[in-house]
């Protein structure tokens, strides 16, 4: 490992944390102030769900590059909503999360399968701001020289996907038993607790295995 490699940024937990508090506390807050207000549950579940595509679409625009996955999460939004209310079903509607979590989630695990895993990418763009297009490339390019590195990045990228999926169930599970509006708080603690989980497996895992980018 050169010098370079070696002295690492910290990351920066308020650009960690500022989009998830963004993605669930402020559309949460939204659901439920609009339910005190009398507004029905579809209303207020479009209304906090509007708030994660903004901030989605402003970090592409910000970005002034496409973000696939970005793209692929307005559009999975937007398709799960339209069905829902299709069906009349707000249910369905709470229950849309869970099913963009799951394609989520397999797409993660099919970018293993096709040999390019997810988090390569990810790494590799996380490198690039933080030492340049030159460190992405020195780090992306253990991929080729280090099995310890591969197989790394494989199995975090895998546990990932299976949480993803295994959130999926659960969110569709709970949109379906509990009362309509103990959903979305019961799903926000859940997740947060899941990704409290993976987050803190991967940094824990990369640390010690030397997979940082």
């Known amino acids: 490992m050169t010098m370079a490699l070696d002295a690492k ?3 920066r937990w308020g650009a960690v ?10 559309p949460l807050l939204i659901f439920y102030g609009l339910r005190q207000s009398g507004v029905g549950v579809v209303g207020a579940t479009l209304a906090g769900s509007v708030i994660p595509v903004v901030r989605t679409a402003y970090s592409i625009v910000r970005g002034r590059k496409v973000d696939w996955m970005a793209v692929f999460m307005i559009i999975a939004l937007a398709v799960g909503t ?6 009349h079903s707000p249910r369905m509607l709470l229950a ?4 963009i979590t799951a394609l989520c989630g397999l797409w993660m695990l099919g970018t293993v399968a096709l040999g390019k895993p997810l988090l390569l990418s990810i790494g590799r763009g996380i490198a690039e701001a933080k030492r340049g297009k030159g460190g ?3 780090w992306a390019g253990r991929w080729d020289s280090e099995p310890r590195f591969r197989y790394g990045i494989r199995l975090v990228t895998i546990v990932w996907g ?4 295994f959130d999926a169930v659960v969110r569709v599970v709970i949109a379906y038993v509990l009362p309509l509006d103990a ?3 019961v799903t926000t603690i859940q997740w947060i607790v899941l990704f409290a989980l993976l987050y803190g497996f991967m940094m824990i895992y990369s640390r ?6």
């Open 162 to 165: 299976v949480g993803l999926v």
């Open 96 to 99: 849309k999360d869970g099913v």
């Open 208 to 213: 010690k295995n030397d997979l940082l980018a």
């Open 183 to 185: 959903v979305p708080g």
């Open 136 to 138: 992405g490339s020195v």
């Open 9 to 11: 940024p910290k990351a």
């Open 82 to 87: 339209s069905a829902s209310l299709a069906m």
């Open 17 to 26: 944390l500022a989009p998830v508090l963004v993605d669930l506390v402020v």
